[in-house]
């Protein structure tokens, strides 16, 4: 109950400050029967749907995920014509038989008990309401269905390549989400999702021989035949052949659950009082990096919530399942037979989602980049600070990605829709790739600091709610007390690559005269560093006009400079010692500037270029 007065007091403080801002709101209620040797399922399905909109709404839309495992299907196509398929699917569902293939069948759906008409185009219901549903009104909609979980793995399905057989992510009809931009009913082709903040309560019959893990806190532990708890405890067993179980979680966004006979289930507290539950098979290849796993996720946590924010719920789970690492409110489903540090970098990314896509929960479809990519990025000093590395920049693997699409012209902006990039390179480079190389690079604009103060107050400020570019912009202005418009349109709305170089260097009545320019469009605050023959460093920091402001200093012997108007492609000034002295000059030797041609960054000049005469 806490956990909810907090949510709607932000959610008010918000309202008072920002009046255009709300969101909608749906608590799910449902009740699962598992005929698990037919992989098949009926529900029953209730949704408490509150319109915090403006705005009357006469039609709601259904997701119907399970319905993309199907031959034709639009996931199916677009796996089998894309350039470069998703391995983990290709064409494997365009050959899926009857009682292979996924499928949601809606019998019955209601509004406030009275019958509605809808329409099925293909992962999508399309329903007409009976009755319009008024700005700060509230209905019940509720609908039987049954469905059939697909043989093959994309994030859900059943017997993955390790054995377990039921993971259970985006395997429910859901609500799609309504917005400040309408409607978001997108087909499902196996990328990312919206959706809508709620309470569930959910059942889930079962056959007695499986152990399940899902988001939510078990209701009802005392009936359920299994040490569920990690302890002895005094079990009330119903009668007949399955098992109930009954979870519920707060303000969650989604709901996911695993099935599978053979799970070890252990429990672990944090200092925090959080339950870290962990389900793998009792495979000897595996259980000793599992075991080793634990102890390690609780220094995932403790070190996220001391350095970015509060975890809110009250237990995490560490599911093995799936088809690779995909992340759910208070869970994860990741293929589980890897090495300790693969195990173990799989783990630390997929939890962090629970800060920048459980909990902030901006819409992936739009902006993946503003969850996968701040998960690389917060994922790669995490793993940094816990677990060590070695490497002179964290962050080099996310500018690789991005240099490599420049140069082989696949690149797209940032604002592509997750669903429409045109290679799956494209969409991992956007999504993964580019959130931290947004991050890093800001960190060179504002200063690495500030970065860490707006990444901490953009978690508190927009938790639980849908922040968007803008509002993560807001935050990073309001911290360093710097214009970034500039940097979002480049970086985020553009497509130009960055390219600063060390024009000339010659000797003046002052000393020295250094000619800098900028060959491609877009425009950069500069890093200067000279070093001299006597061991000497200095740094000099030029500005760009449209900051309106410099970042703070970073290091020893740190002199800004005048500012660097945008429009300007050249930019000459002087040091007042001569060019004898002078041993190396290099623009932004940290690299975080994301310059594609690093070649004419450094004085001297390289032989390569003094033989092109540059």
């Given at each position: 109950?806490?956990?909810?007065?907090?949510?709607?007091?932000?959610?008010?403080?918000?309202?008072?400050?920002?009046?255009?801002?709300?969101?909608?709101?749906?608590?799910?209620?449902?009740?699962?029967?598992?005929?698990?040797?037919?992989?098949?399922?009926?529900?029953?399905?209730?949704?408490?749907?509150?319109?915090?909109?403006?705005?009357?709404?006469?039609?709601?839309?259904?997701?119907?995920y399970f319905n993309a495992f199907q031959p034709g299907s639009m996931?199916?196509?677009?796996?089998?014509?894309?350039?470069?398929?998703?391995?983990?699917?290709?064409?494997?569902?365009?050959?899926?038989?009857?009682?292979?293939?996924?499928?949601?069948?809606?019998?019955?759906?209601?509004?406030?008990?009275?019958?509605?008409?809808?329409?099925?185009?293909?992962?999508?219901?399309?329903?007409?309401?009976?009755?319009?549903?008024?700005?700060?009104?509230?209905?019940?909609?509720?609908?039987?269905?049954?469905?059939?979980?697909?043989?093959?793995?994309?994030?859900?399905?059943?017997?993955?390549?390790?054995?377990?057989?039921?993971?259970?992510?985006?395997?429910?009809?859901?609500?799609?989400?309504?917005?400040?931009?309408?409607?978001?009913?997108?087909?499902?082709?196996?990328?990312?999702?919206?959706?809508?903040?709620?309470?569930?309560?959910?059942?889930?019959?079962?056959?007695?021989?499986?152990?399940?893990?899902?988001?939510?806190?078990?209701?009802?532990?005392?009936?359920?035949?299994?040490?569920?708890?990690?302890?002895?405890?005094?079990?009330?067993?119903?009668?007949?052949?399955?098992?109930?179980?009954?979870?519920?979680?707060?303000?969650?966004?989604?709901?996911?659950?695993?099935?599978?006979?053979?799970?070890?289930?252990?429990?672990?507290?944090?200092?925090?009082?959080?339950?870290?539950?962990?389900?793998?098979?009792?495979?000897?290849?595996?259980?000793?990096?599992?075991?080793?796993?634990?102890?390690?996720?609780?220094?995932?946590?403790?070190?996220m919530n001391e350095n970015f924010g509060q975890y809110p719920y009250?237990?995490?789970?560490?599911?093995?399942?799936?088809?690779?690492?995909?992340?759910?409110?208070?869970?994860?489903?990741?293929?589980?037979?890897?090495?300790?540090?693969?195990?173990?970098?799989?783990?630390?990314?997929?939890?962090?989602?629970?800060?920048?896509?459980?909990?902030?929960?901006?819409?992936?479809?739009?902006?993946?980049?503003?969850?996968?990519?701040?998960?690389?990025?917060?994922?790669?000093?995490?793993?940094?600070?816990?677990?060590?590395?070695?490497?002179?920049?964290?962050?080099?693997?996310?500018?690789?990605?991005?240099?490599?699409?420049?140069?082989?012209?696949?690149?797209?902006?940032?604002?592509?829709?997750?669903?429409?990039?045109?290679?799956?390179?494209?969409?991992?480079?956007?999504?993964?790739?580019?959130?931290?190389?947004?991050?890093?690079?800001?960190?060179?604009?504002?200063?690495?600091?500030?970065?860490?103060?707006?990444?901490?107050?953009?978690?508190?400020?927009?938790?639980?709610?849908?922040?968007?570019?803008?509002?993560?912009?807001?935050?990073?202005?309001?911290?360093?007390?710097?214009?970034?418009?500039?940097?979002?349109?480049?970086?985020?709305?553009?497509?130009?690559?960055?390219?600063?170089?060390?024009?000339?260097?010659?000797?003046?009545?002052?000393?020295?005269?250094?000619?800098?320019?900028?060959?491609?469009?877009?425009?950069?605050?500069?890093?200067?560093?000279?070093?001299?023959?006597?061991?000497?460093?200095?740094?000099?920091?030029?500005?760009?006009?449209?900051?309106?402001?410099?970042?703070?200093?970073?290091?020893?012997n740190w002199n800004v400079l005048s500012d660097w108007p945008w429009?300007?492609?050249?930019?000459?000034?002087?040091?007042?010692?001569?060019?004898?002295?002078?041993?190396?000059?290099?623009?932004?030797?940290?690299?975080?500037?994301?310059?594609?041609?690093?070649?004419?960054?450094?004085?001297?000049?390289?032989?390569?270029?003094?033989?092109?005469?540059?």
């Amino acid at each position: 109950m806490k956990l909810k007065i907090a949510i709607i007091s932000s959610f008010f403080a918000l309202s008072a400050s920002a009046q255009t801002y709300w969101q909608q709101e749906a608590n799910y209620k449902m009740v699962i029967d598992m005929d698990a040797d037919k992989h098949q399922f009926t529900g029953e399905q209730e949704i408490e749907y509150t319109n915090h909109s403006p705005d009357t709404l006469n039609k709601v839309f259904y997701h119907l995920y399970f319905n993309a495992f199907q031959p034709g299907s639009m996931m199916d196509v677009r796996s089998r014509s894309i350039k470069d398929p998703d391995r983990r699917v290709t064409d494997r569902i365009f050959y899926l038989k009857d009682d292979e293939i996924g499928y949601h069948k809606v019998k019955k759906l209601k509004q406030d008990g009275k019958k509605l008409n809808f329409h099925v185009e293909g992962t999508i219901v399309e329903v007409e309401l009976k009755k319009p549903l008024l700005p700060g009104e509230t209905t019940v909609l509720s609908m039987d269905f049954e469905s059939q979980v697909p043989l093959q793995i994309r994030r859900s399905g059943r017997d993955n390549k390790e054995g377990i057989e039921f993971s259970m992510t985006q395997w429910y009809p859901k609500l799609a989400e309504y917005d400040q931009e309408g409607w978001h009913a997108h087909p499902y082709i196996g990328r990312e999702f919206h959706g809508i903040w709620g309470d569930y309560d959910v059942t889930i019959k079962m056959d007695k021989k499986y152990m399940i893990g899902a988001t939510g806190v078990l209701q009802n532990p005392n009936e359920i035949g299994h040490d569920y708890l990690g302890h002895e405890v005094d079990t009330d067993e119903p009668s007949g052949d399955k098992y109930i179980w009954i979870f519920k979680a707060e303000n969650v966004i989604d709901f996911a659950w695993a099935a599978d006979p053979d799970y070890v289930h252990e429990v672990v507290e944090t200092k925090d009082g959080l339950k870290l539950h962990f389900y793998y098979q009792n495979d000897t290849s595996i259980v000793d990096n599992w075991k080793e796993l634990i102890p390690r996720t609780v220094d995932m946590f403790e070190f996220m919530n001391e350095n970015f924010g509060q975890y809110p719920y009250p237990q995490y789970s560490v599911i093995q399942g799936g088809d690779g690492g995909m992340e759910y409110p208070m869970l994860t489903l990741i293929t589980g037979e890897r090495s300790l540090g693969s195990l173990t970098g799989v783990t630390l990314h997929e939890m962090i989602h629970s800060w920048y896509q459980a909990v902030l929960a901006t819409n992936e479809a739009k902006y993946a980049w503003m969850d996968e990519g701040f998960n690389t990025y917060v994922g790669n000093i995490a793993w940094k600070a816990l677990f060590g590395d070695n490497s002179d920049f964290i962050h080099s693997g996310a500018y690789r990605g991005y240099f490599a699409l420049l140069n082989n012209g696949n690149y797209e902006p940032m604002t592509t829709h997750s669903d429409h990039y045109g290679t799956n390179q494209a969409y991992g480079v956007g999504s993964y790739s580019m959130g931290a190389v947004y991050l890093s690079m800001l960190e060179y604009v504002i200063g690495e600091d500030q970065v860490r103060k707006g990444m901490k107050r953009y978690y508190n400020t927009w938790k639980f709610k849908h922040p968007e570019p803008r509002d993560f912009k807001r935050v990073m202005e309001k911290v360093s007390g710097l214009e970034l418009d500039w940097y979002h349109e480049y970086l985020v709305e553009q497509m130009h690559p960055i390219d600063y170089g060390i024009k000339s260097v010659l000797p003046s009545e002052k000393g020295t005269q250094i000619l800098l320019e900028r060959v491609e469009r877009f425009p950069m605050p500069i890093d200067l560093k000279v070093e001299f023959t006597n061991g000497d460093v200095v740094w000099y920091n030029i500005p760009l006009s449209i900051m309106r402001g410099e970042k703070p200093a970073e290091g020893e012997n740190w002199n800004v400079l005048s500012d660097w108007p945008w429009t300007h492609p050249q930019y000459e000034f002087q040091i007042d010692r001569p060019v004898n002295e002078i041993k190396s000059i290099e623009i932004d030797p940290s690299q975080r500037m994301a310059d594609w041609n690093r070649d004419n960054n450094t004085f001297p000049f390289s032989d390569e270029l003094r033989m092109r005469g540059e």
